[in-house]
């Protein structure tokens, strides 16, 4: 480490030692946030973990991922005794508030558990994906899909909400890491006439109509 660099390092935590817990993350989030800028790694949202109060992030509208409770007393038990690993993955609303992309549970965990949010001091660990709504949506599901956790009827609210946004089926297949067939079957249970609206019926359709309808 240069010499200089090192100085001024020292003078940051001599002056971050005397301040009280508030100023001292809002300082520590503005040093990552730039610290983060000029980072060969900006374009990865780990690069630039900050901790916002748990006042100020919100569950999406969306996501349809779900876990049980004896899942909820695991994750509980990893961040009691292995501390938060995972950021919460949030969009940040420029109004000083965050949307969860993902992360929801771990979210739950840090405001629904005591010792934990007395150990965070009522923050939550938070990285940050600047994307439109529609991207949002896929980030969220791509995150759920990989983990093996996802609703079928939640699922086929998202493939509608999508398909009304203008996405085509092999936009929504390549987002959100899904099969043709399987988007065509999720907006059958969302019904028809709404789901397959202007929808371009290709050889895909009548192979999928076979295989469920029979001739």
Not at 27 to 54: G, K, M, Y
């Amino acid at each position: 480490m240069k010499a200089k660099v090192k100085e001024a390092l020292e003078e940051i935590l001599k002056e971050l030692s005397s301040m009280e817990l508030t100023e001292k993350v809002d300082t520590l989030n503005e040093i990552r946030t730039a610290l983060h800028e000029v980072s060969p790694f900006s374009e990865e949202p780990c690069d630039c973990v900050l901790w916002v109060p748990q006042e100020h992030i919100f569950a999406n509208d969306y996501n349809p991922n779900y876990v049980a409770s004896p899942e909820m007393q695991i994750l509980y038990l990893s961040v009691k005794t292995d501390g938060y690993t995972m950021p919460i993955v949030t969009y940040d609303l420029k109004d000083g508030n965050r949307e969860i992309v993902d992360g929801f549970h771990r979210n739950r965990i840090g405001r629904e558990h005591g010792d934990i949010k007395k150990r965070i001091h009522g923050y939550l660990p938070v990285s940050t994906i600047d994307k439109p709504k529609d991207e949002r949506i896929g980030s969220t599901i791509r995150h759920n899909r990989a983990r093996g956790t996802h609703g079928i009827r939640p699922m086929s609210d998202i493939v509608l909400e999508l398909t009304r946004m203008g996405w085509e089926d092999e936009k929504i297949c390549k987002t959100l890491g899904m099969e043709l067939d399987e988007v065509l079957r999720l907006k059958q249970i969302t019904g028809l006439k709404d789901a397959f609206m202007d929808h371009e019926f290709s050889r895909s359709w009548e192979e999928f109509e076979k295989n469920n309808y029979g001739e």
